[in-house]
Protein backbone atom coordinates (compact mmCIF):
# COMPACT_ATOMS: atom_id res chain seq x y z
CA UNK A 1 0.00 0.00 0.00
CA UNK A 2 0.95 3.25 -0.90
CA UNK A 3 3.35 5.53 1.71
CA UNK A 4 3.59 8.56 0.43
CA UNK A 5 0.18 10.15 -0.10
CA UNK A 6 -0.61 13.69 -0.28
CA UNK A 7 -3.44 15.06 1.29
CA UNK A 8 -5.83 15.03 -1.49
CA UNK A 9 -5.41 11.31 -1.36
CA UNK A 10 -6.26 10.74 1.98
CA UNK A 11 -9.86 9.85 3.05
CA UNK A 12 -11.30 8.75 -0.29
CA UNK A 13 -13.70 6.13 -0.75
CA UNK A 14 -12.16 3.90 -3.51
CA UNK A 15 -14.71 3.24 -6.43
CA UNK A 16 -15.33 -0.73 -6.87
CA UNK A 17 -14.77 -2.39 -10.34
CA UNK A 18 -18.26 -3.42 -11.42
CA UNK A 19 -18.32 -5.08 -15.07
CA UNK A 20 -22.11 -3.48 -15.45
CA UNK A 21 -20.90 -0.17 -15.81
CA UNK A 22 -18.84 -0.97 -18.48
CA UNK A 23 -19.35 0.23 -21.65
CA UNK A 24 -17.56 -0.54 -25.33
CA UNK A 25 -16.08 1.02 -28.05
CA UNK A 26 -15.86 -0.43 -31.00
CA UNK A 27 -18.60 -3.46 -29.55
CA UNK A 28 -17.69 -6.83 -31.22
CA UNK A 29 -20.13 -9.44 -32.41
CA UNK A 30 -18.35 -11.73 -30.61
CA UNK A 31 -17.53 -11.51 -26.02
CA UNK A 32 -19.00 -12.62 -22.86
CA UNK A 33 -18.50 -10.58 -19.58
CA UNK A 34 -19.38 -12.66 -16.54
CA UNK A 35 -18.82 -12.16 -13.10
CA UNK A 36 -15.22 -13.05 -12.98
CA UNK A 37 -14.34 -12.95 -16.34
CA UNK A 38 -14.42 -11.51 -19.48
CA UNK A 39 -13.81 -13.33 -23.12
CA UNK A 40 -13.64 -11.15 -26.29
CA UNK A 41 -13.61 -12.97 -29.65
CA UNK A 42 -11.67 -10.60 -31.72
CA UNK A 43 -11.50 -9.80 -35.32
CA UNK A 44 -9.52 -9.46 -38.41
CA UNK A 45 -7.81 -6.08 -39.07
CA UNK A 46 -8.76 -4.71 -35.78
CA UNK A 47 -6.16 -2.60 -34.43
CA UNK A 48 -5.44 0.87 -32.71
CA UNK A 49 -2.39 2.84 -34.35
CA UNK A 50 -2.00 7.02 -35.03
CA UNK A 51 0.43 7.98 -37.99
CA UNK A 52 4.49 7.13 -36.33
CA UNK A 53 6.23 5.12 -38.86
CA UNK A 54 4.05 3.29 -40.82
CA UNK A 55 1.62 6.61 -41.48
CA UNK A 56 -1.39 4.63 -41.19
CA UNK A 57 -4.40 4.79 -38.35
CA UNK A 58 -6.13 2.23 -37.16
CA UNK A 59 -8.89 3.22 -34.43
CA UNK A 60 -11.18 -0.06 -35.02
CA UNK A 61 -9.99 -2.19 -31.83
CA UNK A 62 -12.66 -3.56 -29.29
CA UNK A 63 -12.34 -1.47 -26.11
CA UNK A 64 -14.39 -2.32 -22.97
CA UNK A 65 -13.99 0.63 -20.48
CA UNK A 66 -15.18 2.30 -17.24
CA UNK A 67 -15.27 6.07 -16.20
CA UNK A 68 -14.17 7.77 -13.02
CA UNK A 69 -13.12 11.14 -12.14
CA UNK A 70 -10.69 9.28 -9.21
CA UNK A 71 -7.11 11.11 -9.55
CA UNK A 72 -5.15 8.31 -7.66
CA UNK A 73 -5.86 4.88 -8.25
CA UNK A 74 -4.84 1.83 -9.57
CA UNK A 75 -6.24 -0.91 -11.59
CA UNK A 76 -5.37 -4.54 -11.88
CA UNK A 77 -6.32 -7.21 -14.41
CA UNK A 78 -5.26 -10.75 -15.61
CA UNK A 79 -5.16 -11.45 -19.34
CA UNK A 80 -4.85 -14.94 -21.39
CA UNK A 81 -3.82 -15.20 -24.70
CA UNK A 82 -3.30 -18.62 -25.11
CA UNK A 83 -5.49 -18.98 -27.99
CA UNK A 84 -3.42 -16.03 -29.73
CA UNK A 85 -1.52 -17.95 -33.14
CA UNK A 86 -1.04 -15.25 -35.30
CA UNK A 87 1.29 -12.16 -35.73
CA UNK A 88 0.44 -9.01 -33.75
CA UNK A 89 -2.87 -10.62 -31.80
CA UNK A 90 -2.69 -8.68 -28.46
CA UNK A 91 -4.53 -7.78 -25.51
CA UNK A 92 -4.40 -6.24 -22.50
CA UNK A 93 -5.04 -3.31 -20.61
CA UNK A 94 -6.32 0.37 -22.29
CA UNK A 95 -7.06 3.75 -21.63
CA UNK A 96 -8.80 5.55 -24.60
CA UNK A 97 -9.87 8.61 -24.66
CA UNK A 98 -10.84 9.50 -28.12
CA UNK A 99 -8.87 8.47 -31.22
CA UNK A 100 -6.07 10.38 -30.81
CA UNK A 101 -5.42 10.24 -27.16
CA UNK A 102 -5.04 6.52 -25.68
CA UNK A 103 -2.09 4.36 -24.31
CA UNK A 104 -2.68 0.50 -24.19
CA UNK A 105 0.16 -2.45 -22.96
CA UNK A 106 -0.14 -5.47 -24.17
CA UNK A 107 1.58 -9.33 -25.27
CA UNK A 108 1.48 -9.12 -29.10
CA UNK A 109 2.18 -12.66 -30.84
CA UNK A 110 4.88 -12.70 -32.88
CA UNK A 111 6.04 -16.26 -33.89
CA UNK A 112 6.40 -19.98 -32.17
CA UNK A 113 9.29 -18.46 -30.75
CA UNK A 114 8.98 -14.92 -29.31
CA UNK A 115 6.60 -12.52 -29.03
CA UNK A 116 6.83 -8.48 -27.70
CA UNK A 117 5.66 -6.95 -24.36
CA UNK A 118 5.21 -3.09 -24.79
CA UNK A 119 3.21 -0.12 -24.59
CA UNK A 120 2.03 2.64 -26.85
CA UNK A 121 1.08 5.62 -25.78
CA UNK A 122 -0.71 8.32 -28.20
CA UNK A 123 -1.02 12.16 -27.19
CA UNK A 124 -2.33 14.43 -29.94
CA UNK A 125 -2.79 11.68 -32.37
CA UNK A 126 0.81 10.16 -32.80
CA UNK A 127 1.74 7.23 -31.64
CA UNK A 128 4.74 6.07 -29.17
CA UNK A 129 5.67 2.55 -28.94
CA UNK A 130 8.01 1.03 -26.52
CA UNK A 131 8.61 -3.25 -26.50
CA UNK A 132 10.63 -5.80 -25.35
CA UNK A 133 10.98 -9.54 -26.38
CA UNK A 134 9.49 -12.22 -24.32
CA UNK A 135 9.75 -16.10 -25.06
CA UNK A 136 6.58 -17.66 -27.11
CA UNK A 137 5.35 -19.84 -24.30
CA UNK A 138 4.16 -16.68 -22.13
CA UNK A 139 0.67 -17.21 -22.27
CA UNK A 140 -0.85 -15.28 -19.18
CA UNK A 141 0.17 -11.43 -18.00
CA UNK A 142 -0.62 -9.66 -14.99
CA UNK A 143 -1.20 -5.61 -15.72
CA UNK A 144 -1.33 -3.19 -13.03
CA UNK A 145 -2.17 0.89 -14.27
CA UNK A 146 -2.27 3.66 -11.86
CA UNK A 147 -3.29 6.86 -12.03
CA UNK A 148 -1.81 9.83 -10.22
CA UNK A 149 -3.94 12.98 -11.61
CA UNK A 150 -2.86 13.27 -15.59
CA UNK A 151 0.32 10.98 -15.01
CA UNK A 152 0.18 7.40 -15.48
CA UNK A 153 1.95 4.24 -14.92
CA UNK A 154 2.06 0.70 -16.33
CA UNK A 155 3.77 -2.31 -14.77
CA UNK A 156 3.26 -6.38 -15.54
CA UNK A 157 3.59 -9.25 -13.53
CA UNK A 158 3.42 -13.04 -14.49
CA UNK A 159 2.53 -13.97 -11.37
CA UNK A 160 0.41 -11.18 -10.04
CA UNK A 161 2.38 -10.70 -7.04
CA UNK A 162 5.80 -8.65 -8.12
CA UNK A 163 4.76 -6.35 -10.65
CA UNK A 164 7.64 -4.22 -13.12
CA UNK A 165 7.28 -1.29 -14.45
CA UNK A 166 6.64 -0.55 -18.15
CA UNK A 167 5.86 3.16 -18.83
CA UNK A 168 5.76 6.48 -16.94
CA UNK A 169 3.48 8.90 -18.92
CA UNK A 170 1.59 11.93 -19.40
CA UNK A 171 -1.64 12.03 -21.43
CA UNK A 172 -2.04 15.57 -22.09
CA UNK A 173 -5.75 15.25 -22.45
CA UNK A 174 -5.16 12.41 -19.18
CA UNK A 175 -7.13 15.46 -16.76
CA UNK A 176 -10.66 14.90 -14.99
CA UNK A 177 -12.72 12.00 -15.81
CA UNK A 178 -10.93 9.25 -17.90
CA UNK A 179 -11.79 6.12 -19.27
CA UNK A 180 -9.64 2.76 -18.69
CA UNK A 181 -10.19 -1.23 -18.87
CA UNK A 182 -9.34 -3.80 -21.39
CA UNK A 183 -8.78 -4.35 -25.11
CA UNK A 184 -8.05 -6.90 -27.79
CA UNK A 185 -7.67 -7.09 -31.14
CA UNK A 186 -6.25 -9.04 -34.53
CA UNK A 187 -4.44 -6.51 -37.05
CA UNK A 188 -4.19 -9.04 -39.58
CA UNK A 189 -6.37 -12.13 -40.96
CA UNK A 190 -7.02 -14.31 -37.62
CA UNK A 191 -8.96 -14.27 -34.27
CA UNK A 192 -8.13 -15.61 -31.06
CA UNK A 193 -10.45 -15.25 -27.40
CA UNK A 194 -8.86 -12.81 -25.39
CA UNK A 195 -9.58 -14.00 -21.93
CA UNK A 196 -9.97 -11.32 -18.74
CA UNK A 197 -10.36 -11.99 -14.68
CA UNK A 198 -8.88 -10.87 -11.28
CA UNK A 199 -9.99 -6.82 -12.51
CA UNK A 200 -9.34 -5.15 -9.42
CA UNK A 201 -9.95 -1.03 -8.14
CA UNK A 202 -7.45 -0.54 -5.52
CA UNK A 203 -5.80 2.18 -4.00
CA UNK A 204 -2.69 3.93 -5.94
CA UNK A 205 0.30 1.73 -5.64
CA UNK A 206 1.92 3.68 -7.36
CA UNK A 207 4.14 5.81 -4.91
CA UNK A 208 4.55 9.53 -4.61
CA UNK A 209 8.34 10.40 -5.77
CA UNK A 210 10.26 10.61 -2.70
CA UNK A 211 13.17 12.78 -4.01
CA UNK A 212 14.05 15.81 -5.88
CA UNK A 213 11.08 18.10 -5.05
CA UNK A 214 9.32 19.76 -7.55
CA UNK A 215 10.02 22.82 -9.30
CA UNK A 216 8.06 25.53 -8.22
CA UNK A 217 5.87 25.93 -11.48
CA UNK A 218 5.03 22.87 -11.58
Not at 59 to 83: I, R
Request: hydrophobic fraction near 30%.
Amino acid sequence: MEKNRNAEEEGREMVSFEPEKLAWVNEPAEYVIGGSEIRIRTEPGTDLWQRTYYHFRNDNAPVLQMETEEKYFSFVVKTDLADSHHRFDQCGIVMYLDSENWLKASVEYETGEYQHLGSVVTNNGYSDWATTVIGASVKTMWYRFSRREDDYCIECSEDGATFRQMRICHMHKGKGKIRFGIYACSPEESSFQAVFSKMQLMECQWEAHDGQQPDGNE
